[in-house]
C-alpha cells in the first residue's frame, strides 16, 4: 500500500465516486491522504441552495474522513470552464508535487469525456509522469470507453464507508442523480468483484506503476 497518495477531483464529489472504497482502504492502512477539488460546482446546486453547499458537502466529507485542512485543497474554479485556468491548475500540480511528494495519484480518466475532467487528467500527466504511480478512477457515466487495468478488492466496510461519504452530498442525492444510489454502487462494486474473484472490487487505468 502506497504511503502517500494525492487525489485529484475536477469537483467536489469525484473522488469519492470513482475511489471511495480505495480511499477507505488507504486510511484503513494509515496512508497519509492529500487532496484536492478545484471546483465547488456554484452552478450546478440545486434551486434553494446556497451556492457554496457543495464546498460545505466536501469539507464535511473531509471532516468524516479525519483529513485535516491542511490535508485538502478546495478551489472555486467556476464548473465547465476549467479549460480558462488549465496553467494554474498545472502549477497547483506541481507545487503539491514537489512539497507532498505523492507516491501515488489517483485522477480522473484520459478516456473521460467531460471537459473538465480532461482538463484535470491532462495536467495530472503532465505534473506526476516522471514522479508518482498514476491511476485513473471510473466515472462510467462519462465514458464512451475505459481499460480496467488495475483493481482493488473491497470488503463490506469499505462499501459501506464509501458510501457514507456520499451521503453527505444531500444536494446531489435531491436532484437523483443515478449514481449517487446505493443501488449503483454496490451493483459496480459487485461488477468489479465479480472479475477478480471477489464480492465487490474497484477498477482503475494504470498509466504508470513504481514500485
Not at 496512508?31 to 471546483?39: D, G, K, L
Not at 471532516?63 to 478546495?74: E, F
Request: charged fraction near 25%; charge should be neutral.
Amino acid at each position: 500500500m502506497k504511503k502517500r497518495t494525492l487525489i485529484l477531483s475536477p469537483h467536489t464529489d469525484d473522488g469519492e465516486l470513482g475511489a471511495g472504497g480505495l480511499i477507505s482502504k488507504l486510511l484503513e492502512n494509515s496512508s497519509e491522504i492529500h487532496w484536492i477539488a478545484y471546483s465547488s460546482a456554484r452552478a450546478s446546486v440545486p434551486d434553494g441552495y446556497a451556492d457554496d453547499t457543495l464546498a460545505r458537502e466536501f469539507k464535511n466529507v473531509m471532516k468524516s474522513l479525519n483529513i485535516s485542512p491542511n490535508n485538502y485543497t478546495l478551489h472555486d474554479y467556476q464548473v465547465r470552464r476549467l479549460h480558462e485556468n488549465r496553467q494554474e491548475i498545472l502549477e497547483s500540480m506541481v507545487q503539491v508535487r514537489n512539497q507532498f511528494q505523492p507516491d501515488l495519484v489517483l485522477g480522473p480518466s484520459l478516456n473521460d469525456v467531460h471537459q473538465d475532467h480532461q482538463v484535470v487528467a491532462n495536467e495530472m500527466v503532465r505534473a506526476f509522469k516522471s514522479h508518482s504511480s498514476i491511476l485513473c478512477y471510473e466515472l462510467p457515466w462519462n465514458h464512451l470507453k475505459f481499460e480496467n487495468q488495475f483493481f482493488v478488492t473491497l470488503d463490506e466496510k469499505h462499501i459501506k464507508s464509501k458510501l457514507t461519504m456520499l451521503k453527505h452530498y444531500k444536494s446531489q442525492i435531491i436532484k437523483e442523480r443515478n449514481y449517487f444510489s446505493e443501488e449503483f454502487i454496490r451493483g459496480l462494486a459487485s461488477t468489479r468483484g465479480v472479475q477478480v474473484n471477489t464480492r465487490y472490487a474497484e477498477a482503475f487505468e494504470v498509466l504508470k506503476w513504481i514500485e
